[in-house]
């Protein structure tokens, strides 16, 4: 050791060496607040119930029980094969669905001939069945990235598969064999995130384009046109996308899914002006070209125009309506009117609901759930060390946050509509089958950049990575 005078002595093997910090697991925390979440789901589905009949529902207790059984499996797989893995993840993951069981449960009662509660647990249960699967069996999250260009074949595949189908409200975005259907186009997303992952991690450097010869605008550094090759590629699939299935929610999915990987691969905010650019010019002509994008446009931009026509307001403006009815605290679980929207209330307008029943308040609340959970994937990015699982948190994290912003953009009249599922609260079995895998998936990554701070790391190394307490 080193005196203060500079000089050196040997190191008394008598002295005690520095006490290890031993990292917290923090399962405790994750069960508690699964119960919590659990229980939160229950009141709501009750709630229901008391408003709709004055009663509990009489399958409260099999739904608490289901929700409950689910939930409890899915910890213990978690405290005994990634024990280290985030605390937030599986209870936000539980209560957003349990939320979405809720709310479909009540819509469901104003259409009595459509029941889709039933299957949408069913397709819970078969999400949760997969996250207990990759948590158990993925022991390294490294694994997936031999198989990138594998995945990336797998998710073209099922982006064409569609085409193949009659148009389903407009849009070629599923596959209906014998009364079963399936969005191919949601488990590509995440297909195509461990692609991204692949490849910008083994060509970061060159994609960083540190060469002599770049494009600067005042401080924006544009890359040259030999490297634009990647990004020109995506772009045109996701026109392509457009085109071929009239998906705009898809498009701009996997578009700012990698431009955001890029920039986060390089740092260079040249990426993020030429992604920017292309995305507007591709969303101009398609807008205008193609029709059924183009009626999404125009809805957008007059959303009302249907009651001055005197045909009645359309899902748009009954969905602003919902909203301006909720006000700040809500009308009250079972009490609102969201139905009116017509079809799609179960699916695209399910923020609707919960706007005009669950208030301002609420609203921010499911906001401030999908923002923790985002939160806690970049986290786990920054955490990591290895190129591949830092890309690969950070685009499962941005899938979500992609999909929140651009389904509530489209039923608030930020940005026209897209026809996505809200991640976890809207109907649709591909889309929670493919969320529960991506916070398996997260759960897998976060075990790993905690485990890797072994105990040669300091307390300020593993503070700064993961905070106090978390």
């Known amino acids: 050791m080193t005196t203060k005078a500079g000089t050196t002595v040997a190191a008394d093997p008598s002295d005690p060496s520095p006490p290890a910090v031993r990292l917290l697991r923090r399962r405790g925390v994750e069960f508690t607040l699964t119960v919590v979440a659990v229980l939160l789901s229950m009141y709501g589905y009750c709630a229901v119930g008391l408003a709709k009949n004055g009663t509990v529902p009489p399958g409260a207790a099999d739904y608490g029980a289901g929700l409950g059984v689910l939930a409890l499996l899915a910890h ?201 650019l292309l995305a507007c010019v591709g969303a101009v002509a398609v807008g205008w070209l193609e029709p059924h994008v183009h009626s999404r446009v125009e809805d957008w931009l007059h959303p009302f125009a249907s009651i001055e026509a005197g045909e009645g307001p359309g899902q748009l403006a009954q969905s602003l309506f919902a909203f301006a009815a909720g006000g700040l605290l809500g009308t009250g679980l079972g009490l609102g009117h969201s139905v009116l929207i017509g079809f799609a209330a179960k699916s695209d307008f399910i923020l ?18 999908y923002a923790l959970l985002v939160e806690r994937g970049y986290r786990t990015g920054l955490a990591l060390r290895d190129p591949f699982g830092r890309l690969l948190a950070i685009g499962l994290a941005s899938i979500v946050a992609l999909q929140v912003f651009v389904i509530a953009g489209g039923v608030t009249g930020l940005i026209p509509l897209t026809g996505m599922a809200m991640p976890f609260l809207a109907q649709g079995g591909s889309s929670v089958v493919t969320n529960w895998i991506i916070v398996a998936l997260l759960m897998r990554l976060s075990d790993s950049a905690r485990r890797q701070y072994d105990r040669h790391d300091g307390p300020q190394d593993r503070a700064a990575a993961f905070g106090r307490g978390a």
């Open 352 to 369: 609707a609901t919960a706007g005009e029943e669950l208030g301002l308040a609420g609203l921010s609340a499911i906001f401030l759930l």
């Open 76 to 276: 213990l797989v978690v405290r005994v094969r990634a024990p280290y893995a985030d605390p937030l993840l599986l209870p936000i993951a539980v209560l957003l669905n349990g939320l979405g069981l809720v709310l479909i449960h009540r819509l469901d009662l104003e259409t009595p001939g459509d029941q889709a509660a039933p299957a949408q647990l069913n397709w819970s249960t078969l999400g949760v069945a997969l996250f207990i699967t990759v948590v158990a069996l993925l022991r390294d999250h490294r694994v997936l990235q031999r198989y990138a260009y594998v995945s990336v074949v797998a998710a073209l595949a099922l982006l064409v598969l569609p085409i193949l189908f009659p148009p389903v409200n407009g849009a070629r975005i599923w596959v209906r064999i014998a009364g079963f259907s399936l969005q191919p186009g949601e488990f590509a997303k995440v297909l195509l995130a461990v692609f991204f992952a692949g490849y910008l991690a083994a060509n970061r450097n060159a994609l960083a384009y540190a060469g002599r010869q770049i494009w600067r605008f005042k401080r924006l550094q544009l890359p040259t046109g030999r490297v634009l090759g990647p990004i020109v590629t995506i772009w045109l699939l996701s026109v392509g996308v457009l085109v071929l299935e009239r998906d705009l929610g898809t498009s701009l999915l996997f578009f700012g899914l990698f431009v955001i990987m890029l920039y986060v691969a390089t740092g260079r905010t040249g990426w993020i002006a030429v992604g920017l």
